[in-house]
């Protein structure tokens, strides 16, 4: 059935260095791709997205990155701070479709 | 900003009994979805709702499991007899458009952690 994987399960940072999260999706079909921040105690919001149409997309110090060829896609935080702290969820979706299959989550601790 | 608004925040029941997690959804979305999250475990999809009726469901969205739009704007979940296993947290979500064709993704509540015990 349809699969998302996510790793690094979790993931400790210094303040100021990158942060990267990858994940691999099994349905070929699949053609959105959206990253949640989750903080604690509140539900999770979506920081980015990226489409099949494209590559890689950049919000401020938020990237993602797709390959479709090999089914994976990668969010990268730059200059991480204290505040980036929070389990990020990776997902896709396919047109036609209504749900949302999500990765396992990674928790990210940035350390000051 | 608009926002999912999700009641309660905690409840706790007894096993058997039947509970309601109450959403209200943001005004101008039309496709409505809740999600469960066991602690510690990923995020999984219960039920999608367009038009007034269930668009997919997962196989967790069984007999137990009933939603409602009951009014303008109120998004219900109910489940029917609970179980200890249906403990967790149920996120209400909306969105413009369906899943994949998400221009701008879903918009989750801060969800209703459930206990049953």
């Known amino acids: 059935g349809e699969n998302v994987e996510q790793h690094p399960s979790t993931l400790s940072v210094q303040e100021g260095d990158s942060a990267v999260i990858k994940c691999t999706y099994s349905?070929?079909?699949?053609?959105?791709f959206p990253w949640y921040k989750q903080e604690l105690g509140k539900g999770p919001q979506l920081i980015i997205d990226i489409r099949s149409n494209v590559g890689e997309k950049k919000d401020q110090r938020i990237a993602v990155t797709l390959n479709k060829t090999a089914k994976h896609f990668s969010l990268h935080i730059t200059e991480t701070q204290p505040e980036d702290s929070a389990v990020y969820f990776c997902?896709?979706?396919?047109?036609?479709?209504?749900?949302?299959?999500f990765g396992t989550g990674t928790r990210l601790k940035v350390l000051a | 900003e608009p926002e999912v608004t999700q009641t309660p925040s905690h409840q706790v029941t007894q096993m058997g009994q039947e509970v309601i997690l109450r959403c209200v959804p943001i005004?101008?979305?039309?496709?409505f979805y809740w999600y469960r999250q066991i602690l510690g475990q990923k995020v999984e999809f219960l039920v999608s709702?367009?038009?007034?009726?269930?668009?997919?469901k997962s196989e967790i969205f069984d007999d137990q499991f009933s939603v409602e739009r009951p009014d303008g704007s109120n998004f219900t979940l109910k489940i029917r007899s609970t179980k200890l296993e249906d403990s967790a947290m149920y996120f209400c979500?909306?969105?413009?458009?369906?899943?994949?064709?998400?221009?701008?993704?879903?918009?989750f509540g801060s969800g209703t952690r459930l206990t049953v015990v």
């Open positions: 997902a896709a979706a396919t047109s036609g479709t209504y749900k949302y299959i």
């Open positions: 709702f367009y038009n007034n009726e269930i668009s997919e």
């Open positions: 005004s101008n979305h039309l496709y």
């Open positions: 349905d070929s079909a699949s053609n959105y």
């Open positions: 979500a909306s969105s413009e458009t369906a899943g994949g064709a998400s221009n701008y993704g879903y918009t």
